[in-house]
């Protein structure tokens, strides 16, 4: 029969573990500043002037490592405080008026009598007044349709703009 190698009752020794010399360099450990499978760690700023666009770009001193604008420029390319008016002027019709009018009284057209859409105006009260109201669902659904539209339109879409063309007036302004 073998003999168990942890029996050891050595007493420099007591639990049969082989002493480890700690100034021997252990295989898994590598040594500071080198990584593992020998590559150094590199700079970061070795790269910056690569010609490969995958390779990290770091910002000269000073700029914001993180793209966000330097301080008291807007986010995203966004006006400022206040909104810029356009070239050609602010419509004196009001967008949220418009918007609300299409929406409470959308099937008598106030909102495109309002906006100067004269055409359609005259068609809805046409509808509602001509049917004696039992048509009057229809010109309703589309008013509330173009008042929802005329709330939630872009600048420079159709419905951000009067029947001369000029942008309605925010309600900030």
């Not at 020998?38 to 770091?58: I, L």
């Amino acid at each position: 029969m073998s003999e168990n190698p942890y029996n050891n009752q050595d007493p420099a020794n007591p639990y049969g573990v082989p002493p480890v010399d700690p100034t021997a360099q252990q295989p898994s450990s590598q040594p500071y500043g080198e990584s593992a499978y020998g590559q150094s760690y590199a700079d970061p700023r070795q790269f910056a002037n690569s010609s490969d666009p995958s390779a990290q770009q770091v910002p000269p001193a000073g700029q914001n490592p993180y793209g966000q604008p330097p301080a008291g420029q807007a986010p995203y390319g966004q006006p400022g405080y206040g909104v810029a008016a356009p070239q050609g002027g602010w419509s004196d019709k009001s967008k949220l008026v418009a918007g609300l009018l299409g929406i409470f009284l959308g099937a008598f057209g106030v909102h495109n009598f309002y906006l100067g859409n004269t055409g359609k105006a005259v068609a809805q009260l046409a509808i509602t007044v001509l049917s004696l109201g039992t048509l009057s669902w229809i010109s309703a659904i589309w008013g509330l349709i173009e008042g929802i539209m005329i709330l939630a339109a872009a600048p420079g879409t159709q419905w951000s703009l009067d029947r001369e063309g000029k942008p309605l007036r925010p309600s900030n302004v």
